[in-house]
């Protein structure tokens, strides 16, 4: 059990760039969720996803944002022309969800983008 | 809709000092109900959960009991250390619907001081 990563931690990019995160969730997880994290401010869910259907979409923050889970693995999300105020953490979440098991998420440490 | 309310922060503490932080949650079905940690750069870290009423979650010397009557799940720990110094974050996970979308509170950050 590697744990949850995403890539890359940082990532500064110019207002009106595109920006895409990549997460990899642990293993045997079926679920994979994506929040943005604002300072001071707890997880704000955005999306997730069981196997590779994205089940939850409608908290994305604008049409700017989407998500990908292609094959039920690893993830990406991609923010179209962005703003400042885009500017936060991006947390990504694994879980494996089985019946009636409890939802316990393990969090990767984030990629924090500052848009210029 | 569902919610988390937890103190407001900072909270600071001598080492060795007793910690409460208070956390209350409003839920439409049976959720689960848990603390995360965060410390300063990294990502979350789930620190204990509670699946049913009166259960009691423990880990590192924390503990927390769900308390269905109450609506709460307070976090304790008998003896804090420097090394506790983080965010606390309390949340909760309902299945009802099936969705499981989870809720965080707002954080609570606790300063320990030698």
């Known amino acids: 059990d590697t744990g949850v990563s995403q890539d890359p931690r940082h990532k500064i990019t110019k207002r009106g760039q595109n920006v895409t995160f990549r997460c990899d969730p642990i293993?045997?997880?079926?679920?994979l969720y994506w929040y943005r994290q604002t300072l001071g401010q707890g997880p704000e869910f955005l999306t997730y996803?069981?196997?590779?259907?994205?089940?939850?979409k409608s908290r994305l923050l604008s049409d700017r944002f989407s998500a990908e889970r292609p094959k039920g693995s690893f993830s990406t999300l991609e923010i179209q022309r962005t703003e400042q105020g885009d500017s936060a953490m991006y947390l990504c979440?694994?879980?494996?969800?089985?019946?009636?098991?409890?939802?316990?998420?393990?969090f990767g440490p984030g990629t924090r983008l500052t848009v210029l | 809709g569902n919610s988390v309310t937890q103190m407001e922060g900072p909270v600071t503490l001598s080492e060795e000092a007793f910690l409460t932080i208070n956390c209350t949650y409003t839920?439409?079905?049976?959720?689960?109900l848990f603390w995360y940690v965060q410390y300063p750069g990294e990502g979350l870290q789930l620190l204990l959960k509670a699946t049913k009423a009166d259960d009691k979650g423990s880990n590192k010397g924390f503990e927390a009991t769900y308390r269905k009557e109450t609506t709460s799940f307070h976090l304790e720990k008998g003896s804090v250390q420097v090394s506790d110094s983080a965010v606390y974050f309390c949340?909760?996970?309902?299945?009802?619907?099936?969705?499981?979308?989870?809720?965080f509170g707002r954080g609570t950050s606790l300063i320990v001081h030698p």
């Open positions: 293993s045997e997880h079926n679920r």
């Open positions: 839920a439409t079905g049976y959720p689960s």
């Open positions: 979440a694994s879980s494996l969800v089985l019946g009636g098991t409890t939802d316990t998420q393990y």
């Open positions: 996803f069981q196997n590779e259907a994205q089940l939850e």
């Open positions: 949340a909760l996970s309902d299945p009802a619907g099936g969705s499981y979308i989870p809720t």
